[in-house]
């Protein structure tokens, strides 16, 4: 049971130009969601989250969005840069457990000079 | 801080054969995760642990993988007998328990397990 979908598997932008990642889930228990960030042979790395009761965060480049009633996040980098070439994972946790966390398969995106 | 040590970072086995992976959690974090990354999909959580405590091993398919983590500090990860379907990455995370963001886990770089 994906809890946790992202339906687009490769996205190319060229540099400079926004990207938009998105991420859709069917669990409404879930608290908070996060985005990570892995580069080939390395482990994934926290790039940003959002917690359930909020619609936007941003940190720098990197602004997450959240429309609850569409179950629906999105990631949008502005602008791009060929170091963000990347597989991007989408995935959400329930704040009561601090538990697992479930992921998306993943967006490779590729930014192009 | 030191991240999520992780040893071997790549194995290759045939099938029928055990292997054992090593993690070593950021100092402090008493919460650790072993996840399996099958190629094309994302980490998929195999046992949680707190402090030497197992939280969640319900994904864990316990009649050739196991793990402990007998101090609670680090951690080994067996499978015995491999399969082909073991082939993965074979991720650890760990996470702090108290102060800010306590919901984000930290990842090591990962073991790369190919079966033949």
């Known amino acids: 049971d994906q809890q946790v979908k992202q339906n687009s598997p490769s996205l190319s932008v060229q540099e400079g130009r926004i990207s938009i990642l998105n991420c859709d889930y069917t669990?409404?228990?879930?608290?908070?969601f996060l985005w990570y960030k892995k580069y080939p042979a390395e482990g994934p790395t926290f790039l940003i989250s959002i917690s359930s009761i909020k619609d936007k965060n941003e940190d720098g480049r990197f602004t997450v969005f959240l429309n609850k009633s569409a179950k629906h996040l999105s990631l949008h980098i502005v602008p791009s840069q060929p170091g963000d070439s990347a597989v991007y994972f989408c995935a959400a946790i329930r704040g009561s457990t601090l538990g697992r966390l479930y992921f998306g398969r993943g967006t490779q995106l590729t930014v192009w000079p | 801080e030191a991240g999520v040590a992780q040893s071997p970072r790549y194995k290759i086995i045939e099938k029928r054969q055990s292997v054992a992976f090593w993690c070593n959690p950021i100092s402090g974090h008493a919460t650790l995760y072993w996840y399996q990354q099958i190629l094309g999909q994302g980490p998929k959580l195999l046992i949680q642990?707190?402090?030497?405590?197992?939280?969640?091993d319900s994904q864990l398919p316990k009649d050739r993988f196991s793990a402990e983590r007998l101090k609670g500090v680090d951690s080994t990860l067996k499978i015995q007998p491999a399969k082909l379907e073991d082939s993965a990455v074979y991720l650890c995370?760990?996470?702090?328990?108290?102060?800010?963001?306590?919901?984000?886990?930290?990842f090591g770089p990962g073991t790369r397990l190919t079966v033949t």
């Open positions: 669990n409404s228990m879930f608290d908070y």
């Open positions: 995370a760990s996470r702090r328990t108290a102060g800010a963001r306590t919901y984000e886990q930290y």
């Open positions: 642990f707190q402090n030497n405590g197992v939280v969640d």
